[in-house]
């Protein structure tokens, strides 16, 4: 695949970022385009490795390795090679419906699960899955290809996140009338609202639901089902139900203080910012900002690193990121953390590198728990207290943080944002429709059949799985649809 001798030849240039002083004043993506002929050289670094690892999504030691969607990488990199751009897109989107969003925002388990990567940097996939789609969108080869023929059937998708409109998406290709309830106003779920503008535009979101709705997808926006219209009257007016929910229900902190003024999830915080965004330019006010602020960030991952970056946006007095981890290594422990499995090392991302420019340090420490947030006679937050912890065994093996005596701090803070992952979904659909839960409170339904306790009620996504990846969730809402194709017919036609 590729140029046999490419790997030797080249080396590993990935798309190039807008400069930090240029992005912190804006909300536009932070990534930009390699040229194309940077992005063919980089194809050829494809090797001809003989078994692929990068194409087919795994879990080793509850990290991803490989692609969830299998996408067919060696293939359109050797594509993209030769200058084949639409051969490319179409053996992308072979396996992959939104390709625009996983080039964005997708972590590239598939690079983690690259030959090249053993022992020098990954081909650069998820950079060239993003120039193949972006290419083919700019030359006007992405275009509304509804089905020839309706089957009659009728399937209601709650939910239109990832998993719900990849479901959609395939359910609609397959000939059934869709429509997708979705309780914001506007469609994408974590999409729209959950992942800030630069990272992923909004207009690349509306742009293929646009095409979605031209194809003949139907979008109910502004109705929560369970409240503005029941689940039991999804149940029965539609053929089948699909519940796509999101795992909405965030981790909380119990500790003194929670209820003051200036505590707040970052899902509270992140949304309304791209809702205020999209709306007016931020101009109506309706959002939590961190201007002028001392903010502090509790959570270490990806949602942890969007309320940095936003809040460097509003022009906050500075932002501390606590993570009650330990610091991974530099590098790849080879030994406890071989290839191919997700590598357990530190990275940088947008927001730290931003917060380092701003301030001169990685906002991030570690290892490091929250006693309670203290406040002023009129219940705002002015301080949180934080203590130095070690994780430490107890007599059955189970780990657990033991404080380190003497590192108690108190540090002034206006704004703390939750940012501490999701516990699972929310109640009153399960309650309504009364299908069982699993023990981590996410709708029971086995992979492979998304069947529910409830008859022709279907589950995916993050809602039976779990808080995941983006790429997850569409791997679960094209594997849900294949499972209600086969339901409402006896067989599927669905890949």
Same mark, same amino acid.
């Given at each position: 695949m590729g140029k046999p001798t490419g790997f030797l030849e080249y080396t590993r240039v990935a798309n190039p970022t807008r400069p930090i002083p240029e992005r912190l004043k804006d909300w536009?993506?932070?990534?930009?385009?390699? #040229?194309?002929?940077?992005?063919?050289?980089?194809?050829? =670094?494809?090797?001809?490795?003989? /078994? !692929?690892?990068?194409?087919? $999504? +795994? *879990?080793?030691?509850?990290?991803?390795?490989?692609? !969830?969607?299998?996408?067919?990488?060696?293939? &359109?990199? #050797?594509? @993209?090679?030769? $200058?084949? &751009?639409?051969?490319?897109?179409? =053996?992308?989107?072979?396996?992959?419906?939104?390709?625009?969003?996983?080039?964005?925002?997708? !972590?590239? !388990?598939?690079?983690?699960?690259?030959?090249?990567? /053993?022992?020098?940097p990954a081909v650069t996939i998820h950079d060239n899955e993003r120039t193949i789609i972006d290419w083919g969108f700019k030359n006007g080869w992405v275009v509304p290809e509804p089905p020839e023929h309706r089957t009659g059937k009728t399937v209601a998708v709650v939910g239109s996140g990832p998993a719900g409109l990849a479901a959609a998406a395939q359910l609609n290709k397959a000939g059934h009338l869709v429509t997708v309830f979705e309780r914001d106003d506007r469609v994408g779920g974590l999409l729209m609202y959950g992942i800030p503008n630069m990272k992923l535009d909004k207009a690349v979101v509306q742009?293929?639901?646009?095409?979605?709705?031209?194809?003949?997808?139907?979008?109910?926006? $502004?109705?929560?089902?369970?409240?503005?219209?029941?689940?039991?009257?999804?149940?029965?007016?539609? #053929?089948?139900?699909?519940?796509?929910?999101?795992?909405?229900?965030? =981790?909380?902190?119990?500790?003194? $203080?929670?209820?003051?003024?200036?505590?707040?999830?970052?899902?509270?915080? *992140? =949304?309304?910012?791209?809702?205020?965004l999209l709306d007016s330019e931020?101009?109506?006010?309706?959002? /939590?900002?961190a201007e002028g602020k001392k903010v502090i960030v509790i959570g270490g991952g990806d949602t942890g690193t969007d309320c940095v970056a936003t809040s460097l946006r509003h022009g906050c007095e500075n932002v501390r990121q606590f993570e009650i981890m330990p610091k991974p290594p530099v590098e790849r422990n080879r030994e406890v953390n071989p290839w191919p499995e997700w590598p357990a090392s530190l990275? @940088?991302?947008?927001?730290?590198?931003?917060? /380092?420019?701003?301030?001169? +340090?990685?906002?991030? +420490?570690?290892?490091?728990?929250t006693k309670k947030f203290e406040g002023d006679k009129d219940g705002n937050l002015v301080a949180i207290h934080t203590v130095n912890i070690a994780w430490m065994r107890d007599d059955e093996g189970r780990m657990f943080p033991k404080e380190i005596e003497g590192t108690e701090r108190r540090l002034e803070a206006d704004l703390v944002l939750l940012a501490m992952g999701f516990l699972g979904p929310e109640d009153k659909i399960a309650e309504e429709l009364a299908f069982d839960r699993d023990g981590c409170s996410n709708y029971k339904a086995e992979y492979g059949e998304f069947k529910t306790s409830t008859k022709k009620v279907f589950a995916a996504g993050d809602a039976r799985r779990g808080q995941s990846l983006v790429v997850w969730a569409i791997n679960e809402g094209r594997a849900v649809a294949r499972e209600v194709d086969r339901y409402l017919m006896g067989d599927t036609v669905l890949p």
């Amino acid at each position: 695949m590729g140029k046999p001798t490419g790997f030797l030849e080249y080396t590993r240039v990935a798309n190039p970022t807008r400069p930090i002083p240029e992005r912190l004043k804006d909300w536009n993506e932070v990534y930009v385009l390699r #040229d194309k002929e940077t992005c063919e050289t980089q194809g050829a =670094r494809c090797m001809d490795c003989g /078994i !692929p690892f990068c194409h087919r $999504g +795994e *879990l080793m030691h509850n990290g991803a390795s490989g692609c !969830p969607v299998y996408n067919l990488i060696p293939e &359109w990199n #050797d594509l @993209i090679y030769r $200058g084949r &751009w639409r051969q490319a897109l179409d =053996r992308l989107h072979h396996t992959n419906n939104f390709p625009e969003f996983t080039g964005r925002v997708c !972590p590239a !388990p598939c690079e983690a699960g690259c030959v090249l990567g /053993i022992n020098e940097p990954a081909v650069t996939i998820h950079d060239n899955e993003r120039t193949i789609i972006d290419w083919g969108f700019k030359n006007g080869w992405v275009v509304p290809e509804p089905p020839e023929h309706r089957t009659g059937k009728t399937v209601a998708v709650v939910g239109s996140g990832p998993a719900g409109l990849a479901a959609a998406a395939q359910l609609n290709k397959a000939g059934h009338l869709v429509t997708v309830f979705e309780r914001d106003d506007r469609v994408g779920g974590l999409l729209m609202y959950g992942i800030p503008n630069m990272k992923l535009d909004k207009a690349v979101v509306q742009r293929r639901v646009d095409i979605l709705a031209e194809e003949g997808v139907v979008f109910k926006t $502004g109705v929560e089902v369970g409240k503005d219209i029941s689940a039991k009257k999804l149940h029965k007016e539609f #053929d089948a139900v699909v519940l796509t929910t999101g795992a909405t229900n965030p =981790r909380d902190l119990k500790v003194e $203080g929670r209820e003051l003024k200036g505590v707040h999830y970052a899902m509270e915080f *992140l =949304r309304a910012n791209t809702k205020s965004l999209l709306d007016s330019e931020l101009k109506d006010g309706n959002f /939590i900002s961190a201007e002028g602020k001392k903010v502090i960030v509790i959570g270490g991952g990806d949602t942890g690193t969007d309320c940095v970056a936003t809040s460097l946006r509003h022009g906050c007095e500075n932002v501390r990121q606590f993570e009650i981890m330990p610091k991974p290594p530099v590098e790849r422990n080879r030994e406890v953390n071989p290839w191919p499995e997700w590598p357990a090392s530190l990275k @940088i991302d947008y927001g730290q590198h931003e917060a /380092i420019f701003k301030q001169g +340090e990685d906002p991030r +420490e570690y290892l490091v728990m929250t006693k309670k947030f203290e406040g002023d006679k009129d219940g705002n937050l002015v301080a949180i207290h934080t203590v130095n912890i070690a994780w430490m065994r107890d007599d059955e093996g189970r780990m657990f943080p033991k404080e380190i005596e003497g590192t108690e701090r108190r540090l002034e803070a206006d704004l703390v944002l939750l940012a501490m992952g999701f516990l699972g979904p929310e109640d009153k659909i399960a309650e309504e429709l009364a299908f069982d839960r699993d023990g981590c409170s996410n709708y029971k339904a086995e992979y492979g059949e998304f069947k529910t306790s409830t008859k022709k009620v279907f589950a995916a996504g993050d809602a039976r799985r779990g808080q995941s990846l983006v790429v997850w969730a569409i791997n679960e809402g094209r594997a849900v649809a294949r499972e209600v194709d086969r339901y409402l017919m006896g067989d599927t036609v669905l890949p």
